[in-house]
Nanobody
C-alpha cells in the first residue's frame, strides 16, 4: 500500500500562486509516474500534470506555461507550482502515484486538497 498526503491548497486571488505538495509513504518501492488531477463541481476528474520517475512531464493544455510539476525521488514527493491562477482553476486537486509490481500497475490517490481562485 502507498499512502499519499497532499498539502498546500487554499484560497487565492486571480493571478496569484500556490504550491501543492504530495508526500508518498508506505511501500514506495517501484513508484513510477506521479501526477496531479483535478475535479471541479459537476465536472469529471481531469489530468493536470504528470511526471515519470525519470523526470519526463505532461501537462494539460489549459495549464501549460502556468503550472510546473516537479518531483523529489529521495523524498518520494511530487510538487505542483501553480502561477497565474484563474477562477477556472478552482477545483479539488488530487495527487496520484502509480506503483509497479511485476506486470501490474496500481494507481493510488490522495484525499484531495481544495484550491479556490476568487476575487
Amino acid at each position: 500500500q502507498v499512502q499519499l498526503v497532499e498539502s498546500g491548497g487554499g484560497g487565492v486571488q486571480p493571478g496569484g500562486s500556490l504550491r501543492l505538495s504530495c508526500a508518498a509513504s508506505g511501500n514506495n518501492f517501484k513508484i513510477s509516474a506521479m501526477g496531479w488531477y483535478r475535479q471541479a463541481p459537476g465536472k469529471q476528474r481531469e489530468l493536470v500534470a504528470a511526471i515519470t520517475s525519470g523526470g519526463s512531464t505532461t501537462y494539460a493544455d489549459s495549464v501549460k506555461g502556468r503550472f510546473t510539476i516537479s518531483r523529489d525521488n529521495a523524498k518520494n514527493t511530487v510538487y505542483l507550482q501553480m502561477n497565474s491562477l484563474k477562477p477556472e482553476d478552482t477545483a479539488v486537486y488530487y495527487c496520484n502515484a502509480d506503483r509497479m509490481s511485476g506486470p501490474t500497475t496500481t494507481r493510488y490517490w490522495g484525499q484531495g486538497t481544495q484550491v479556490t481562485v476568487s476575487s
